[in-house]
């Protein structure tokens, strides 16, 4: 057992995979990209130095597709699970959905990531920073 390394997998445990902490960073996004490929009102990110992470080597490799130019993310192609994200802003980075972690990991989220395009019928209350503009990151008048 060891600690350093968090797990997870997709809903029907085809593709489950490992990663080595400490991680990068977590924050929630609220993009319309991660909105529409999860069907949720924001995903929750935990970012790794993509050396860090491997799918189990008697797993199945998750499916990847462009979703935006110059990014790309990951399902399970039997559940349809969505797992992961890579894009050329991050060139060495992978991010992991946090849901599909097998627990907590590292560090908690500390931001909401492209807030201005947030839903207007779900408001976090967990006062963390509420980010946004082109680049998703920065200080959104909060007024
Ligand atoms: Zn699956
Ligand atoms: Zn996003």
Not at 15 to 27: D, G, I, N
Not at 90 to 106: F, K, N, S, V
Not at 117 to 126: A, I, K, N, Q
């Amino acid at each position: 057992m060891n600690d350093s390394v968090a797990r997870g997998s997709c809903l029907c445990g085809a593709v489950r995979f490992r990663v080595s902490l400490p991680s990068k960073w977590v924050a929630h996004c609220h993009c319309t990209y991660c909105r529409r490929a999860h069907g949720a009102p924001f995903v929750t990110w935990a970012g790794f130095p993509d050396k860090q992470f491997s799918v189990e080597p008697d797993a199945e490799q998750p499916a990847w597709y462009e979703s935006s130019p110059g990014a790309q993310r990951a399902f399970c192609a039997r559940c349809g699970s969505t797992l992961f994200f890579e894009g050329e802003r991050w060139p060495t980075e992978i991010h992991i959905a946090l849901a599909h972690m097998d627990g907590p990991i590292d560090r908690a989220p500390v931001a909401h990531v492209f807030y201005d395009s947030h839903v207007s019928w779900f408001e976090p209350g967990d006062g963390l920073r509420r980010l946004g503009g082109p680049s998703g990151n920065e200080a959104l008048d909060q007024s």
